[in-house]
């Protein structure tokens, strides 16, 4: 490792597992001082103590929630310089059958509250930045029976890009979409019977699931110095998913 990130203060909603918790992982290594937060206080301290970072739990879609994190971070680490936007949450219905509570609930996890961390953490970021928002390959195409997923997740494609504008004299902001990464969010799936794992590997034209480790590499990529001219982009990381 590098020490690409070396000083810099993170902080990585969802961090407690998945794709998050590689991202945190990979910050670490590289110098960063990380901060993970997600609602389930014991498995954040759990995954904080493996990691040796700070933990501060949250629920991205309270306002006050995220607010107590904002006055945490201020007494603890004084400023900002990586907001990385992982928390999310994923249930499949179709326009027939999703709820006005399924609707509300995805859109909360994962749009507003990436909104919600924008809003309140941007302005005590320094300047030279990052932000990265965690969408889907379901923000940019469309699937059938996740109506509301794929709605959340084409609203932080586009709500990345106004924020980018917004922000582009301070700090950079952009967006990956996934394609099928192996977490406990689709290890679940499969026990669940909710989908093969053949499946989900053929989903991607390479015949396989990533890693949430290969999804950490990109994001160091975007929130460290070696992508200094990158804003306002939506970059899908999906095994050749998006191409086909
Ligand atoms: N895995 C995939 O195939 C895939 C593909 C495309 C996009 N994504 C996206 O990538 C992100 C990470 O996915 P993953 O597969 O790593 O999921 P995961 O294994 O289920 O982990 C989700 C993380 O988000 C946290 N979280 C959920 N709701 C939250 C809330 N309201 N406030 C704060 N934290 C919350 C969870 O902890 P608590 O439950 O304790 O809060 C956990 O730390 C998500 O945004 C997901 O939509 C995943």
Redesign the pocket.
């Known amino acids: 490792m590098t020490g690409l990130l070396k000083g810099k203060v993170a902080v990585i ?8 918790y590689s991202i945190a992982e990979r910050f670490t290594k590289e110098g960063a001082k990380v901060v993970i ?4 206080k014991e ?2 301290e759990v995954a904080a103590n493996e990691l040796g970072s700070d933990c501060f739990a ?4 309270d306002s006050k929630s995220v607010l107590s994190l904002k006055e945490w971070l201020v007494d603890t680490h004084g400023s900002l310089d990586i907001l990385v936007n ?5 249930r499949y219905d179709g326009i027939m059958e999703v709820t006005e509570e399924d609707w509300d609930f995805l859109i909360s ?2 749009l507003t ?1 990436t909104f919600l961390m924008c809003n309140k953490l941007a302005p005590i970021m320094n300047d030279g930045g990052a932000i990265l928002n ?5 923000g940019l195409r469309a699937m059938e029976g996740a109506v509301a997923y794929c709605a959340a ?1 084409g609203g932080v494609v586009n709500l990345t890009k106004a924020v980018a504008l917004d922000l582009v004299d301070k700090i950079r902001v952009n967006c990956l979409c ?4 192996e ?4 290890k679940n799936r499969i026990e669940t019977g909710q989908a093969t794992r053949e499946y989900l590997e053929n989903v991607q034209p390479m015949g396989r699931m990533g890693t ?1 480790e290969e999804v950490a590499s990109m994001a160091l990529h975007l929130c460290g110095p070696e992508s200094g001219w990158t804003t306002g982009s939506i970059i899908s990381i999906d095994g050749g998913q998006t191409a086909a």
């Open positions: 909603t969802g961090g407690s597992k998945g794709i998050g937060s997600s609602r389930n498995e954040l949250v629920d991205v879609s992982c928390a999310g949450a994923v996890v994962n509250g965690i969408s889907s390959t379901l997740k996934p394609g099928v990464v977490t406990p969010m689709v949430p």
